[in-house]
Nanobody, 127 residues
Framework: QVQLVESGGGLVQAGGSLRLSCVAS????????MGWFRQAPGKEREFVAS????????YCSDSVKGRFTITRDNAKNTVYLQMNSLKPEDTAIYYC????????????????????WGQGTQVTVSS
């Protein structure tokens, strides 16, 4: 049973930083694509970043490129989202997601195409 547990959210002022963590358990995650999504009130769940667990190849949405970085620590089975230069529009619940795709070639999957989800962690950026 795959479990994803996020942490690290909180309240921060605009321009500040946070690092979100997603601890994955239940299996070996080689061959998995891990993603971060976010959902603001009244809006659809939005792709933020993804990483190939095996190769470390990453992708970020244009809205966070240059400010957010996704990484993983194989030894700790953890995926991170380092968020710098935060803006009020980054306020949302942030979710970690996983999808088994050993042949992943960089497709940016939508939220519906991920199989496993964490419970989410709230990020609030004040102006």
């Amino acid at each position: 049973q795959v479990q994803l547990v996020e942490s690290g959210g909180g309240l921060v002022q605009a321009g500040g930083s946070l690092r979100l963590s997603c601890v994955a358990s239940g299996r070996t995650f080689s061959g998995y694509v891990m993603g971060w999504f976010r959902q603001a009130p009244g809006k659809e769940r939005e792709f933020v970043a993804s990483i190939n667990w095996s190769s470390g190849t990453t992708y970020c949405s244009d809205s966070v490129k240059g400010r957010f970085t996704i990484t993983r620590d194989n030894a700790k089975n953890t995926v991170y989202l380092q968020m710098n230069s935060l803006k009020p529009e980054d306020t949302a619940i942030y979710y970690c997601a996983g999808r088994f795709d050993p042949g992943w070639s960089g497709t940016l999957y939508t939220a519906k195409e991920y199989n496993y989800w964490g419970q989410g962690t709230q990020v609030t950026v004040s102006s």
